[in-house]
């Protein structure tokens, strides 16, 4: 068995995937720490669907301001050569052979044909492209890197959930592929700053048992950036509303470098046993890609009598934004209900689902939903099963 398993799911991250990797092997090579990285790739067809109309769009943006003058080609040719050019997230696994046949048949320097070249080379071009089976044309190009990577670092483990977009259940199968007796959760779109992971891991390895709960990392939204944040309390409990918001981050004045406890942090930097996963039931199954996750992590522990703390000192640094995927407010207002429903039961989501936003038929629709899904029943059990307290008897001490 592993000492520390680091999750770190990932979904069209690239470049920023191979920077987080390296810091993280970076911190933890030659510290004596028998350590593994999982990475999940959370590529799947909702995602490449919604890359194809942005390219498509992005295409037609440039196309019709007249950035590039393609008076020479005809619209099909166009639009295959810019979503292989002008959107570096999505080349093709074989992009370099690909590139070097279109250079050597246009000779250009760019690879798009030149105004002398010929119709017969642009046909021989599309022919080319049509060979080619263009499933792979629209695969994340980080996965591919990090899955040649595997064969040559034992530590690195790479693996794809591609039933659907769900950061939480990116999570969960890193998770059932690891063998750490602690895990840690690292977005790919983060950076590790020296130091912070070894001297977290030695002191929750030490105290994890008198803590019993969470450690988090602070966090800052740039690279360079002096401000770190943690989370706060966003609650109003007449309207079921168990949220959280950005705070200052501060340092322990009493017990300088000790870490100190806070009612919610985020589970990106976060580091926990494995029984503590076990307890909670890792993230609900039908929770989908955003929101939802935090809130059931942070108030389950909650309700289970447990804490989260902060560890004092260096933050864990973003590095991404724009990743090109969006979700829509009924997949965040179903994960709410769900996570709601988890630490709270049936009475405090449905007054979350009463004073939410939205028409009250489909969000009542929703609701029900997750009342007759089996899993969130099943996990709901397990929850109250082992609860100690309710989500209002837990919030008296943060009041």
Request: glycine share 8%.
């Amino acid at each position: 068995m592993k000492d520390l398993s680091i999750i770190v799911p990932f979904c069209n991250e690239w470049p920023m995937i191979p920077f987080t990797i390296r810091s993280i092997f970076e911190e933890l090579d030659e510290s004596g720490i028998d350590f593994e990285v999982i990475t999940v790739n959370n590529y799947c067809p909702e995602v490449e669907e919604q890359h194809e109309a942005e390219i498509k769009s992005y295409t037609a943006q440039l196309l019709d301001t007249g950035v590039v003058d393609t008076a020479h080609l005809d619209r099909e040719y166009f639009n295959i050569t810019m979503r292989n050019y002008l959107s570096g997230r999505r080349q093709a696994l074989d992009y370099k052979t690909k590139l070097k046949a279109i250079e050597a048949t246009l000779h250009t320097d760019f690879g798009f044909p030149s105004e002398s070249s010929t119709s017969k080379e642009i046909e021989k071009l599309k022919e080319l492209i049509k060979s080619k089976d263009e499933g792979h044309w629209y695969e994340d190009p980080g996965g591919g890197q990090l899955k040649g990577m595997q064969r040559s670092y034992p530590w690195l483990k790479y693996f794809e959930y591609t039933d659907k977009l769900s950061h939480w259940q990116a999570k969960n199968l890193g998770v059932q592929n690891s063998e750490g007796k602690i895990l840690m959760f690292i977005d790919a779109h983060c950076m590790i700053r020296r130091d912070s992971i070894v001297k977290m891991y030695d002191y929750y390895l030490h105290h994890h048992e008198e803590l019993n709960g969470t450690l988090h990392l602070p966090l800052s939204y740039h690279i360079i950036e002096a401000r770190k944040l943690i989370y706060k309390l966003a609650i109003d409990t007449e309207k079921g509303w168990y949220h959280y918001s950005f705070t200052n981050y501060r340092d322990n004045d009493v017990n300088p470098g000790i870490p100190y406890e806070v009612p919610c942090m985020s589970t990106c930097g976060m580091m926990m046993t494995r029984e503590l996963y076990n307890l909670v039931g890792g993230w609900p199954t039908e929770l989908g890609i955003y929101g939802g996750g935090e809130n059931f992590l942070n108030y389950t522990l909650s309700v289970l009598g447990k804490h989260k703390y902060i560890m004092p000192g260096k933050q864990l640094c973003h590095h991404g934004a724009g990743r090109g995927y969006h979700w829509n407010y009924n997949d965040h207002l179903r994960n709410r209900i769900i996570a709601t429903y988890m630490f709270g039961g049936a009475d405090i989501a449905r007054k979350f689902t009463e004073h939410a936003k939205g028409r009250s038929k489909t969000l009542f629709k929703i609701f029900n939903e997750v009342l007759d899904n089996e899993s969130c029943v099943k996990h709901r059990a397990l929850i109250k099963a082992n609860q100690v307290m309710t989500i209002d008897e837990w919030l008296v001490k943060w009041r």
